[in-house]
């Protein structure tokens, strides 16, 4: 009888505990790692603009690391700027891109996708000169200065660097440059001026 027991009692169906059904496959890796970038889904384009190899000499040996410059930017009126460092290269673009996703500023933009008037920017020892341009003159620009002014949205534009050729001084200028812009209608308010819209518009 107790032989009989027992097997009544092992063969019983214990209670199974489920933690949960919800497939873990690529869907949810690619969402954790990918978080940051969703550059397809806001528009946003990306660009590295320069590397950099960064040796560090200790005690043990030498340490290498890399150093990227990100440029991001909706072609609408924002950008941004982003600085990655990392012992690998991809690692690197990756911090470099969601700094620059955090640092997006706007700028000003008139109808004709240039700028509003002359302005110079400053970040360090860089200056950049940034000057409006008529139709059909494209972007008059090179390296990170035109990286910067193409992924803001700019179609015709002069740039000139007049300071240092840092790459990082040079970009922190050109958005200095763009933030500094002033438009018609705001000089007009700070002028104590209030005009029609419709006229304002035409202008602008």
């Keep these: 009888m107790e032989n009989q027991q027992n097997k009544t009692t092992t063969n019983k169906p214990q209670p199974t505990k489920q933690v949960g059904n919800k497939p873990t496959g690529a869907r949810t890796f690619a969402y954790k790692r990918g978080s940051f970038n969703k550059t397809a889904v806001l528009g946003f384009e990306e ?69 509003y008037h002359e302005i110079t920017g400053k970040c360090g020892a860089s200056k950049v000169l940034l000057k409006p341009a008529p139709d059909g003159t494209g972007i008059i620009a090179g390296g990170v200065i035109r990286a910067v002014v193409e992924l803001a949205g700019y179609k015709d534009i002069y740039t000139k660097n007049k300071g240092s050729n840092a790459s990082i001084n040079m970009a922190y200028a050109t958005i200095n440059g763009l933030t500094k812009q002033r438009s018609p209608s705001e000089v007009l308010r700070l002028r104590g001026i209030v005009k029609n819209k419709k006229t304002e518009n035409n202008k602008e």
């Design 47 to 115: 660009k590295v603009v320069k590397t950099k190899r960064i040796s560090k000499t200790t005690k043990g040996g030498r340490r290498m690391r890399f150093s990227v410059l990100v440029v991001v930017g909706n072609k609408k009126g924002q950008v941004g700027i982003g600085l990655g460092k990392a012992t690998e290269i991809p690692n690197a673009i990756r911090k470099a891109i969601k700094n620059a996703h955090k640092s997006v500023v706007s700028v000003l933009m008139n109808k004709r996708h240039t700028l």
